[in-house]
Structures are given as structure tokens and as C-alpha cells.
């Protein structure tokens, strides 16, 4: 006889921890010890930066198709979800979506984790990996203020996995 171990939904809902945009002080030198030493001051950015997720990462419902685990991923691009030796049980899986609100035409760093801990009551766990976003390799602040990118990932489940997975991620972001 099979059992099959549902995930009734897995969503990774987003709570994020904002980096604070990096200060640049302004370089003292000693006009009176040193003529040459030019004094350089570089401005703040004028907008601090904002981070909302729009939309947490979800992978909806899937069953185990035997003891031996799979895998599920969702493409950061196009949204769709992967399933490897797990049946597709209906509903709606999404990508992650986050919008980022600062000063136009400013370039930025975004750092997504390498990894995040989704548990399910009763202490189960598994690992969204993998990480991914639609992110060009220099990403800017748009002439609106507004930079917005999407986010996927992946899960290994084993035979024991069974429950509804949450977890929490960090996002950072800022300006070069």
C-alpha cells in the first residue's frame, strides 16, 4: 500500500529585515598638515531605501509519489514550478515578487539567502535552496524610483516531509 504525504500548502511567506543603505563619511584630511590631500565628500542618498515582498514564494499542494523524497522548483522568470517525483495536486504556485522603492537611476545590491528553514507544526523542516531572481547583473532604481524583481527557489522533501512548510527571509538591499 502507498502512502502519500501531502504538502497542504507550502508557502514561504516573506518578513524581511532591511540593510541599511551604506553611509559614506566623508574623507578628513588636515588642510593645514598636508596642502596636496584633497578633501572628498560623497553625499547620501537622498531616499533611504524601501523593500516590500509583494508576493511570498509558493508551492502549493504536492504528494509523494513513494518513500524515496523529490524535489519541487520554481522558476524565478516564468513562475512555473517543477515537480521531480511529486504529483501536482492542484492549486496555484507563485514566484516570489518584491518591490524596491529609492532614489531613481541609483544602482543597488540586492543579497537573497542562500538558503531558508521552512518548518511545519510538529517540528518537520525543509530547506528552500537554490535561489534565484529575474535580477539584471547591475540592477538600478527605475526613473520612477521603483525597482521590481521576482524570486524562485528550490525543495528537497524525503519520505517523512508531510505538513504545511512556512519560513522567513531576509532580503537586503543597498546602494553602490
Known sequence: MA???LFSPVLLAGTLLLAAPS?????GACRLCD????IVAQARPARP????????IDFDRMALIDYQGGAAEI???TGQ???TRLLDLGGLAMRGTVTIRGEPGRAVRIDLPDE???RAPGGRRVELR???????AQPRIGSDGVLRFSFGGRIDVDGDDVGSFRGRMRISAEYE
Open 116 to 118: 531558508v528553514v521552512m
Open 23 to 27: 553611509a559614506v563619511a566623508a574623507q
Open 35 to 38: 596642502d596636496s590631500a584633497p
Open 3 to 5: 502512502r502519500l504525504a
Open 130 to 136: 537554490d535561489m534565484r531572481s529575474d535580477l539584471p
Open 75 to 77: 522558476d524565478p522568470l
Open 49 to 56: 531605501l524601501h523593500i516590500d515582498i509583494d508576493t511570498g
Open 81 to 83: 514550478r517543477r515537480l
